[in-house]
């Protein structure tokens, strides 16, 4: 069968550039070539609008048509399966955190999507495509929500895939590698999932509804061998680990910074970990093994809303990580959130006072987004807090909540600590001479004072 892959283009629409490339469609993609014809469109990392989506399908002609969906790009996702539905007699199948957290709420959004694609989508999407090849209904295919009629179907949810090594390594060729000129310093040029799942319980996280609460871990060595295919075949030297808790096991960490320091490669890379699961002699063997970033998850500088949001860290370990980290010559990125349901005037003053005094390299601001499948979302339906119901609206510089706080306050707060974090960090980067970070420094405030941010 003729099958079309495709992320929709909402950084691209919106004036921004995307942060990754759509790693989730090139699992699948790897998958699913092995038995039919495959193509796969990333229009945020190939830059692609609207016109150029619309003569690519019409091209294709694809007999189904998977689209992947943050709750961000669920309604361009719609644009996407009513333009296939328009050229002519294809499935529609939408997968990602959105769909995999609410399919019911999903399919009933548009009679153009046949079907939801719930969690990991690499086999599910293999046994539907089996099905409509053979001509068979889709009652067995674990993982899938679908019409029958006017009815929505969703059946049983498909075991996660416990061997992560069985996995092909994405179909990187199917993605525009050169076209887009990643770094370290910008966005990364590749990424890469050494394990899956989050067995942390943080009610702003929707992480679980795809990969699920328990972790698997691919193997040291497998993990090695792809980082060798990216630089053989593709010429990645720069990549960052996607895994939520990449330090999560320190001795398989140490490991995979072997298996990179023996091959030889000259390779920079970052990755996301928790501040309670690094330690010195941990982050000196990433240092050695080209580990140049580490991106924190601080949250908030108040001990009591990060305990409400069941973070399960607290400050002295933040501290004590980002000291160690800096001390190596490791950067480290510190992300905050503002605009919980737990925060009040003082509480936001409090994070943005201890992102001041932290002393990370960066700090990132960021709005709470009640994202569908985590607490925060199910706890404001519940209170009938959702001020907005539009999902293109769920986005990280705009608040949807009802809060504590007045609306006003929140956002000259973000816009403030954004600004005044911005020129800190820039100021301390001149006194070190880092002056490669200072250009990007610049450009980086540039983009953010230049766009246009609907924040009323």
């Not at 982050?283 to 949250?299: F, P, R, S």
Request: aromatic share 10%; with cysteine.
């Amino acid at each position: 069968m003729k099958v079309l892959l495709i992320n929709p283009p909402w950084y691209f629409e919106t004036g921004q550039t995307a942060p990754t490339f759509s790693l989730g469609l090139a699992y699948i993609a790897a998958v699913l070539r092995k038995k039919h014809e495959i193509a796969l469109i990333d229009a945020d990392a190939e830059g692609v609008g609207w016109k150029g989506l619309e003569k690519r399908i019409r091209a294709f002609s694809p007999d189904v048509l998977g689209i992947t969906a943050t709750t961000s790009t669920y309604r361009a996702g719609l644009r996407l399966a009513r333009i296939a539905k328009e050229g002519g007699n294809c499935f529609t199948v939408m997968g990602g955190p959105h769909v995999s957290a609410i399919p019911h709420q999903t399919l009933e959004g548009s009679g153009n999507l046949d079907a939801a694609c719930r969690g990991e989508g690499e086999y599910t999407m293999l046994d539907v495509l089996d099905c409509l090849e053979k001509g068979e209904p889709l009652k067995g295919v674990s993982g899938i929500s679908y019409r029958e009629g006017k009815r929505i179907v969703h059946n049983t949810p498909r075991n996660p895939i416990k061997n992560l090594d069985e996995l092909p390594f994405p179909a990187r060729d199917l993605l525009p590698m050169k076209q887009h000129h990643r770094t370290l310093w910008g966005h990364p040029a590749g990424h890469i999932f050494s394990s899956r799942g989050c067995p942390n319980k943080c009610t702003f996280c929707a992480s679980h509804t795809i990969f699920g609460s328990a972790v698997r871990f691919r193997s040291p060595e497998n993990v090695v061998k792809e980082i060798g295919d990216m630089v053989k075949r593709f010429g990645i030297t720069q990549f960052a680990f996607s895994d939520d808790t990449f330090t999560y096991l320190p001795d398989r960490v140490n490991k995979i910074c072997d298996g990179i320091i023996k091959s030889g490669w000259d390779v920079k890379w970052v990755c996301q970990a928790r501040v309670n699961t690094v330690n010195y002699n941990m982050l000196k063997k990433m240092k050695n093994a080209g580990c140049v970033q580490i991106d924190y998850g601080v949250e908030s500088g108040d001990p009591d809303v990060l305990k409400k949001m069941r973070k399960n860290i607290n400050h002295d370990q933040v501290k004590r990580a980002v000291r160690m980290t800096n001390l190596l010559g490791i950067r480290t990125f510190a992300y905050y959130i503002l605009g919980t349901p737990y925060d009040t005037i003082e509480s936001t003053k409090r994070t943005i006072k201890f992102a001041r005094k932290l002393g990370a390299s960066r700090s990132y601001f960021n709005i709470l987004v009640p994202y569908p499948g985590t607490e925060m979302y199910n706890q404001a339906k519940a209170e009938g807090s959702l001020l907005i119901d539009d999902w293109s609206d769920f986005y990280q510089e705009k608040s949807v909540l009802r809060l504590k706080i007045p609306e006003w306050y929140l956002y000259r707060s973000y816009k403030k600590a954004k600004a005044d974090l911005f020129l800190t960090e820039l100021f301390r980067e001149i006194r070190r001479f880092h002056w490669r970070e200072v250009l990007n420094d610049l450009k980086r405030g540039a983009s953010f004072f230049k766009r246009k941010v609907r924040l009323d």
